[in-house]
């Protein structure tokens, strides 16, 4: 996207943007603002969802969280 950013630059360096360049900025600009709303939701349910991934590793996988005999399962949980 950065490239297509400056190559719009470099195009329009000594003129105006023309519709579909413009149209172009429009829909970056779009995108970035859903970007950010989704990133924000993200933040904001972060430790909902590592919970939730931590449950189905555990159901899944309990040998992942078993290291040289010791288990693991409970020192994530401990450290918050």
């Not at 950010?36 to 159901?59: M, N």
Request: proline residues 1%; charged residues 30%.
């Amino acid at each position: 996207m950065l490239s297509q950013f400056h190559a719009l630059e470099q195009a329009t360096a000594d003129r105006y943007a023309n519709d579909l360049e413009l149209e172009f900025l429009a829909t970056v600009g779009q995108e970035f603002t859903d970007r950010r709303a989704l990133y924000e939701r993200f933040e904001a349910i972060e430790d909902q969802l590592v919970e939730e991934t931590y449950q189905l590793l555990q159901q899944k996988y309990p040998d992942v969280l078993q290291v040289k005999g010791m288990d693991l399962s409970g020192a994530e949980k401990s450290s918050k």
